[in-house]
Structures are given as structure tokens and as C-alpha cells.
């Protein structure tokens, strides 16, 4: 049986570098538009698609 030789993340630990920039902000200019896809099951991707657009309008 394979065992765990990792320590266990301690409260306050980031699974992700949030600070490491890895994709530049793209912007639209006054009057452009954008066109947002993404792939996912049926009947599951409306709330995706509701938090990206939720996330994008508070940034």
C-alpha cells in the first residue's frame, strides 16, 4: 500500500500561487464586444457561465 510522506497543508496554506501572473488581461476597448466559450456537460454549464459572468463584472 502506497503511503503519504507529504505533510498535511496547515491552515492558511494556498493550494494555487494566486500572485504568479501566468495569462496577460485582455480588455475590450469602449464598444467592443466578446465572445466567452467554454466546454461543458449539458445542463451543468448555465451556472458556470453565470459565475464567469458574475466574476467579470466585478473585476
Given at each position: 500500500?502506497?503511503?503519504?510522506?507529504?505533510?498535511?497543508?496547515?491552515?492558511?496554506?494556498?493550494?494555487?500561487?494566486?500572485?504568479?501572473?501566468?495569462?496577460?488581461?485582455?480588455?475590450?476597448?469602449?464598444?467592443?464586444k466578446a465572445l466567452v466559450?467554454?466546454?461543458?456537460?449539458?445542463?451543468?454549464?448555465?451556472?458556470?457561465?453565470?459565475?464567469?459572468?458574475?466574476?467579470?463584472?466585478?473585476?
Amino acid at each position: 500500500m502506497p503511503e503519504v510522506t507529504a505533510p498535511a497543508h496547515q491552515p492558511g496554506d494556498f493550494f494555487v500561487d494566486y500572485e504568479e501572473k501566468v495569462f496577460p488581461d485582455i480588455k475590450a476597448e469602449p464598444g467592443e464586444k466578446a465572445l466567452v466559450t467554454f466546454h461543458t456537460v449539458a445542463f451543468e454549464g448555465s451556472i458556470g457561465l453565470v459565475n464567469l459572468l458574475q466574476a467579470a463584472t466585478t473585476a
